[in-house]
């Protein structure tokens, strides 16, 4: 981030102080930064799959895209499930939110909504919403800026906490999730990583050289016209 001169010149690199207005910095993918020795170290470590290959009760993969995020001043994740982005392959997809270093709420961390999976009121959210495919349907993925919007029309509970290197959180693909807003200075660290039974079929976007979603260009449907049709 120092060499893309995306820090404020003359503070300390490993607090990552961005300037006035300091937005996200690109990091994801398959080659770069993300695929560093020192990131690959935590992202593919020895103690995930051993957790996930008990968890699934046979061998465990990991998609080699890694969605490495620097998250700017005033930036959020809104409100969305993970299988709008990657539901093409196995129902039993995990995400792996893993936070680089100690971040509290106010540096914009991961909020769940507990019960959003399972509970009855959100079945017709998961029968619709949760059928898109952001790059067939030509869509936007979240569902909303607005997470107290989900709890109020659907129910459950959004947790949210501080975290401290070496937490994770895990999650499956119909799991509303969003982020607080990052109110700091400080670019706030974190990557999402995925995780499967190595036998079941893979979602070719995240594994594969050369494919990801759609390049742009097309008309993109808005998320609030979907959910006038879907009712919602
Ligand atoms: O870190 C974020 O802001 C979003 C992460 C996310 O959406 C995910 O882990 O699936």
């Known amino acids: 981030m120092q060499e893309q001169k995306k820090l404020t010149p003359g503070t300390p690199v490993l607090e ?6 300091g937005r996200s910095v690109g990091m994801m993918g398959r080659k770069g930064i993300a695929h560093h020795p020192d990131i690959t170290a935590v992202l593919e470590a020895p103690e995930l ?10 061998p465990a993969l990991t998609y080699s895209y890694k969605w490495l ?17 990657m539901g093409r392959g196995t129902k039993k ?8 270093g100690d971040l509290g709420l106010e540096q914009g961390t991961l909020a769940m909504c507990r019960g959003s999976n399972q509970l009855d009121s959100f079945s017709r959210l998961r029968e619709t ?8 349907d030509l869509i936007e993925g979240w569902f909303t800026r607005d997470p107290m919007e989900i709890v109020e029309k659907f129910g459950g509970q959004w947790v949210i906490g501080d975290y401290c290197a070496g937490d ?3 999650f499956g693909m119909h799991t509303m999730h969003a982020s607080s807003t ?8 974190s990557c999402d990583i995925r995780f499967q039974p190595a036998s079941e079929p893979v979602d070719e976007r995240w594994t594969k050289e050369g494919i990801g979603h759609n390049p742009g ?16």
């Not at 799959?49 to 046979?58: A, I, K, P, T, V």
């Not at 995020?69 to 982005?85: I, L, P, Q």
């Not at 997809?93 to 680089?100: A, E, N």
């Not at 990052?182 to 660290?189: A, D, G, I, K, Y």
């Open 93 to 100: 997809l995990h995400t792996v939110w893993v936070p680089f």
């Open 129 to 136: 919403y949760g059928q898109v495919d952001v790059d067939r």
């Open 49 to 58: 799959y051993r957790f996930f290959e008990s968890y699934f009760g046979e």
């Open 168 to 170: 994770v959180i895990i």
């Open 16 to 21: 990552g102080v961005m300037p006035a207005e």
């Open 217 to 232: 260009g097309e008309q993109i449907r808005s998320m609030a016209t979907a959910r006038k049709n879907w009712g919602l």
């Open 182 to 189: 990052n109110l700091t200075n400080c670019f706030r660290l």
């Open 69 to 85: 995020r620097a998250v700017g001043n005033e930036d959020y994740t809104g409100a969305h499930y993970d299988t709008v982005y």
